[in-house]
Each structure stands twice: as C-alpha cells, then as structure tokens.
C-alpha cells in the first residue's frame, strides 16, 4: 500500500506543480496530467492494439477453415472449440498474452490511481461551461459518454458484427457514473478517452495504408 500511496501523491503533486507553476487552471492542470500519462503509456497500448488488428486479419484469413469445423461438428460443441483452438494455436493468433495482459494492467493503474488521487484534491476551478469542476456536470457526463462510445466502436481489432449494444453499455455506465462524481473526474475521463480515440484512428488509418499499397 505504501507504494500505491506513493504514487497516488505523485499524481495529486503533478497536478499541483502544473497549477502552481506552469501556472495553468486545475481542469486544464488534469487534462495536461493525463494526457502527458497517456503518451507515456501509448508504445504499450499501440503494440496491444496492433497485436488485435492481426489477430482480426488471422481469423478472417481462417473463416473457410472455421466454418468448415462449424459444419462438420455443429452437434459437438466440444470438438468445435478444440479444433479452433488448435487452429488458433497452429496460426499464433492469441487473444491474451504478456502484451495484452501489460496494456490491460499499466491502463487500470493509471486508471485507478488517478482516480484515487483527483478525489483527494480540493477543487475551486471552472472550465467552459462548468461553473465549478468540483460538482457534477451533466452536459460534460453526456459529452464524455458520447467519446466513450466511439473511442469503442472505433478501436482496432473490434470485429464489425459486434452488437452496437455492446458499446452502448460501457458508454452509458460511464455517464451514470460521473453524474454522481465532480467534474474534474469527467475532465480525466473525458482527456483519456480522446486519447484512446485518436490512437485508434492512427492505428486504423496505417493499417488502411498497408492495406492500400498492397493492392497497389
């Protein structure tokens, strides 16, 4: 514990050198904080991303294959997945391994940590529209889910037959959630997914240029 409590005070002495310092606003001290973390995470998280277009480019390679074990086996269920799974194996594709699982833990620390840490931080900024960043925002809790959900949609890897439902979800639990919470949370929030949102527009638009030159 000793260790996260440091480095949740070096997140809330971030913010506070920005602010009296650099001499910026808290809301803009937080979006600065988070998107200099977010940078210093984006080599871990575009390799993750990366490995999730490949994977998507190697199972679709493998529909033939698949559907081909889909009809040969559709009354056993248990054969199926240890065909797939042999075929998955045979082909590398990984749908969890040391990249994903590094991505997956650096983001929630982050996460969590700076989450942990604005809740500590006495707020007396306004940003915009918002009067005070230390209450609610209901605009900004929309504005935020609507970046969530296509932050989401947009990711890389994220195969097209997926239910809008399931980006929808994430999404709305985001604005439940920061209705009840000051807005320099949303700020965060808000930072984070733009982040996430441009990454995978880069990652997207690359591999659309891979994919054009080949043609060529």
Known sequence: MEIWNLF????????????QEVGVSQAA????FTVIGRLVL??????????????????????PELDSIKNNYKNQPSEIAKLTMALY????????????VTNMASQGVFGLGTF???????????????????KPD????????????????????????????LFLIPAIICVVTLVNFPSAIGLYWAASSSTSLLQSLLVNKYFKNQQ?????
């Open 89 to 100: 194996k045979k082909h590398n594709i990984k749908f969890i391994d040391k990249k994903s």
């Open 138 to 165: 209901i605009a900004l809790s929309l504005l935020v889910g609507a970046i969530t959900y296509l932050s989401m949609m947009m990711m890389p890897g994220s195969a097209e037959q997926t239910s809008t439902l």
């Open 8 to 19: 949740t005070d070096f997140i809330v002495q971030s913010i506070t050198f920005f602010t």
């Open 29 to 32: 001290a937080i979006i600065l």
């Open 116 to 134: 942990q840490a604005l809740q500590q931080i006495v707020f007396n900024s306004k940003f915009a529209w918002i009067a005070s960043i230390a």
């Open 212 to 216: 054009a030159q080949q043609v060529l």
């Open 42 to 63: 984006m080599p871990i998280n575009l390799v993750a991303m990366v490995n999730m277009v490949r994977n998507k480019k190697a199972i679709a390679a493998l529909k």
